[in-house]
């Protein structure tokens, strides 16, 4: 079993900045492939960043330069570091790993946290 929390969401400004972090318990937190999503309203969840037990990153074209996705093992934390952020960016955000257990494939989300831009 995986518990995500994430938090540092709020209410920021045209152009400025937020970081968020997802605690990870109950696993084995190095090992895992580590996401953010998004989603706004009356939209699709999408994904934002990834981060690869390796840490390897990946990144949605939209956010390419803006964002950085980071992990600390010895925290069992991956944080979302948000820069020069758009109103676009509005959307409540998701920390996501997954991890196979045998044949089976479980999904993990956090219960998410909610970023506004305002112009």
């Known amino acids: 079993q995986v518990q995500l929390v994430e938090s540092g969401g709020g209410l920021v400004q045209v152009g400025g900045s937020l970081r968020l972090s997802c605690v990870a318990s109950g696993s084995i937190f190095s090992d895992n492939t580590m996401d953010w999503y998004r989603q706004a309203p009356g939209k699709a969840r999408e994904l934002v960043a990834t981060?690869?037990?390796?840490?390897?990153?990946n990144y949605a074209d939209s956010v390419k330069g803006r964002f950085t996705i980071s992990r600390d093992n010895a925290k069992n934390t991956v944080y979302l570091q948000m820069n020069s952020l758009k109103p676009e960016d509005t959307a409540v955000y998701y920390c996501h790993t997954k991890r196979l257990t045998g044949p089976l494939l479980y999904n993990y989300w956090g219960q998410g946290t909610q970023v506004t831009v305002s112009s």
């Open positions: 981060i690869t037990s390796g840490d390897s990153t």
